[in-house]
Every structure is written in C-alpha cells, then in structure tokens.
T-cell receptor, first 111, second 113 residues
Framework: GDSVTQMEGPVTLSEEAFLTINCTYT??????LFWYVQYPGEGLQLLLK?????DKGSNKGFEATYRKETTSFHLEKGSVQVSDSAVYFC??????????FGAGTTVTVRA | DAGVTQSPTHLIKTRGQQVTLRCSPK?????VSWYQQALGQGPQFIFQ???????QRGNFPDRFSGHQFPNYSSELNVNALLLGDSALYLC????????????FGPGTRLTVT
C-alpha cells in the first residue's frame, strides 16, 4: 500500500539557519504530494502541494519538488524563523479519497 | 468565513464506554473525512463521508462508525472504547468528494482511562 517515510526528529535549529526535512514515498500509481504543518495546539494546515512529477510547491518561503525518479518530496526553507517551530507532515494521496501521512518531524527554531 | 469546527475539544471516557465526536465542515464544503492521530504519529484515515454515505474506510474496526447529516456536518462514534483509542481525532472537510485541499479542524483530544 501507499506509505510515506519522513526524516526523524526532533530537529533543532537557530534562527536564519537552512532547514531540510526529507520525505520519500511508496505508491502504486502517480500520487499527489503534500506538506502539512501543525502548530502547537492547532489543527493541520496545508503548507504546499505538488500534483505531478517535477512540480515545485512553494509557500511562506518553503519549497518542495516532486521527484519521481527518487520518489522524494523533501521540504526546504532557506532561513527559518522562531515562528516556523511546528510539526511538519509529509503526505500523499494516490488519486484516492484519503491522505496517507508520515510520522511527522518536530522542528524547533531557537532565537 | 468559518473554518472546520469540532466539538468537544477534550473528552475523558472510561474503557467500554461509547463516545460521539462532532464536526462542522468549512462553509461551502460537502465532504468530511475523519482521522485518528495517536501521540507522536501521523494521522491515520478512518473514513470519509460524502452525500451522507460512507465513501471509503481505512483499517479501523466496526466499533468506529459515522454519520453525515443533510447540512454536511458529521459525527464519529466509537463503541466499546479501548485504552488504545486515546488519540487526537481530526476532522477534515473538502468539496465534491475529492481529496484535494482538505481543511482540518483543531481536533478532539480523547483520553480513555
């Protein structure tokens, strides 16, 4: 079945550091890929998405590129802020009704 | 524009009891999906409701059931609660029975003692 594997956390960074969270997937078809973010005490928010190979999703300074050859969708941000501290989830849907999520990566940014 | 709302926020139940969680979708949405998020894990899909019918179901036992009302709101019912049912239950809404742009509510934290 479909599955998502993400880099284990927690990740602790200083402000303005570069952030990368690795995500790889297994799917039988041609999935759409997502990154969701969960801030403390809040629900999941869609951060960015990509629906086909080589698409780049971007939002709030975050980027991720859909790499079919390596089945990856790594999340990057060039300069993190304290406000980026959250749990990040990589997810996919294989043209189905459900989202399949990774285990999540906790990111803490120190001032 | 109201987002997805869920009630209650927190709930404590005893093993063997039954619980009902509620969800109101984002304005304009007609599809509701439910997910279970255990501590330290990613959300797991329970089921999706569209046009008042269960459209797809994840790997959850029949103790988990749901309902969708004509106004598109939804309930999740869990019978014969087990300790392992303790989790954050998330509701997500979308439009047209699809999977794109699922908007999540803040969740209901269920603790089973």
């Amino acid at each position: 079945g479909d599955s998502v594997t993400q880099m284990e956390g927690p990740v602790t960074l200083s402000e303005e550091a570069f952030l990368t969270i690795n995500c790889t997937y297994t799917a039988t078809g041609y999935p759409s890929l997502f990154w969701y973010v969960q801030y403390p005490g809040e629900g999941l928010q869609l951060l960015l998405k990509a629906t086909k190979a080589d698409d780049k999703g971007s939002n709030k300074g975050f980027e991720a590129t859909y790499r079919k050859e390596t089945t990856s969708f790594h999340l990057e941000k060039g300069s993190v802020q304290v406000s980026d501290s959250a749990v990040y989830f990589c997810a996919l849907t294989d043209n189905d009704y459900k989202l399949s999520f990774g285990a999540g990566t906790t990111v803490t940014v120190r001032a | 524009d109201a987002g997805v709302t869920q009630s209650p926020t927190h709930l404590i139940k005893t093993r063997g009891q039954q619980v009902t969680l509620r969800c109101s979708p984002k304005s304009g949405h007609d599809t509701v999906s439910w997910y279970q998020q255990a501590l330290g894990q990613g959300p797991q899909f329970i089921f999706q409701y569209y046009e008042e019918e269960e459209r797809q179901r994840g790997n959850f036992p029949d103790r988990f059931s749901g309902h969708q009302f004509p106004n598109y709101s939804s309930e999740l019912n869990v019978n014969a609660l087990l300790l392992g049912d303790s989790a954050l239950y998330l509701c997500a809404s979308s439009n047209g029975g699809g999977y794109y742009e699922q908007y999540f509510g803040p969740g209901t934290r269920l603790t089973v003692t």
